[in-house]
């Protein structure tokens, strides 16, 4: 690798922004408050950089590439070149770079359920599943392993948000659905399907249904907030749901507080 102080101009910013090959998505504020900069002589060479990989594509620094092509003027900054490509997911720029942000570069689509989706996934693997509420997020850097060594987590993303889109469902999120389908799935593909089917429909159930019961609680919880409830909540009464389900038992009421419970196990 080697790194120096380039002058880059609009017509070489634009050059390297053609290289980047699906990198995240532009913020246009972010752009336009590093364009006026630009344009007013305020950018200073502060040691932040522009990289690039070892075969000539953009890694990081695109907002300020952009805003030098907005601005039509030139800039100096720091350039490294020949950062291995894998390096990306450690790279910041600009904003945070986040979870999202590294899906989508490796090619990705609906990042944010994905990302969502997976965070549910590793807590529910967690080696201390009492303490999902607590649970280590999807990081940059091992949101890719985790994605291998759960690539099913796609299907259950594409099944969750066709019935939440078709049926209006707004008391839990596309991420936290997919999430615990999949987890489900593990123990049941078939039962998977029906129960999280059934949740979104609502069809065909009686007031004893556990699934009826967990629609009608997390529904309250949605309306009695303005917004969805805590994500371990979510999980905690869908878990409960989902065992009185398959156990054809009912469940009177879901109670979960991470000071005095344990985290129900799927069973």
Same mark, same amino acid.
């Given at each position: 690798?080697?790194?120096?102080?380039?002058?880059?101009?609009?017509?070489?910013?634009?050059?390297?922004?053609?290289?980047?090959?699906?990198?995240?998505?532009?913020?246009?504020?972010?752009?336009?408050?590093?364009?006026?900069?630009?344009?007013?002589?305020?950018?200073?060479?502060?040691?932040?950089?522009?990289?690039?990989?070892?075969?000539?594509?953009?890694?990081?620094?695109?907002?300020?590439?952009?805003?030098?092509?907005?601005?039509?003027?030139?800039?100096?900054?720091?350039?490294?070149?020949?950062?291995?490509?894998?390096?990306?997911?450690?790279?910041?720029?600009?904003?945070?770079?986040?979870?999202?942000?590294?899906?989508?570069?490796?090619?990705?689509?609906?990042?944010?359920?994905?990302?969502?989706?997976?965070?549910?996934?590793?807590?529910?693997?967690?080696?201390?599943?009492?303490?999902?509420?607590? +649970?280590?997020?999807?990081?940059?850097?091992?949101?890719?392993? $985790?994605?291998?060594?759960?690539?099913?987590?796609?299907?259950?993303?594409?099944?969750?948000?066709?019935?939440?889109?078709?049926?209006? $469902?707004?008391?839990?999120?596309?991420?936290?659905?997919?999430?615990?389908? +999949?987890?489900?799935?593990?123990?049941?593909?078939?039962?998977?399907?029906?129960?999280?089917?059934?949740?979104?429909?609502?069809?065909?159930?009686?007031?004893?249904?556990?699934?009826?019961?967990?629609?009608?609680?997390?529904?309250?919880?949605?309306?009695?907030?303005?917004?969805?409830?805590?994500? +371990?909540? $979510?999980?905690?009464?869908?878990?409960?749901?989902?065992?009185?389900?398959?156990?054809?038992?009912?469940?009177?009421?879901?109670?979960?507080?991470?000071?005095?419970?344990?985290?129900?196990?799927?069973?």
């Amino acid at each position: 690798m080697n790194a120096k102080v380039r002058e880059i101009t609009p017509d070489l910013a634009e050059k390297w922004l053609a290289t980047s090959e699906g990198n995240r998505n532009l913020s246009p504020a972010i752009v336009a408050r590093f364009a006026k900069d630009i344009a007013e002589d305020r950018w200073n060479v502060n040691g932040e950089t522009i990289v690039m990989d070892d075969e000539g594509r953009l890694l990081d620094g695109q907002h300020r590439l952009a805003a030098c092509v907005e601005a039509k003027k030139s800039f100096s900054t720091f350039v490294v070149h020949g950062v291995p490509r894998a390096a990306f997911a450690t790279l910041d720029s600009g904003r945070k770079r986040m979870v999202a942000d590294v899906l989508h570069i490796a090619g990705h689509t609906d990042t944010k359920t994905l990302s969502a989706a997976l965070n549910v996934v590793l807590a529910l693997n967690s080696s201390a599943p009492s303490t999902a509420y607590n +649970y280590k997020a999807v990081t940059n850097s091992n949101a890719l392993t $985790v994605l291998e060594q759960h690539v099913g987590i796609t299907e259950s993303i594409l099944f969750s948000s066709r019935l939440i889109s078709a049926n209006k $469902v707004a008391f839990i999120s596309r991420g936290n659905l997919a999430g615990l389908h +999949y987890a489900f799935s593990q123990k049941s593909p078939a039962a998977a399907d029906d129960f999280v089917e059934t949740l979104c429909t609502g069809e065909l159930l009686t007031r004893e249904s556990p699934i009826f019961m967990l629609r009608k609680r997390l529904d309250e919880m949605t309306r009695n907030r303005g917004s969805q409830p805590r994500a +371990y909540t $979510v999980w905690a009464f869908t878990i409960q749901a989902w065992n009185a389900w398959r156990e054809s038992r009912t469940i009177p009421r879901f109670r979960y507080d991470p000071a005095l419970h344990n985290f129900p196990k799927i069973r």
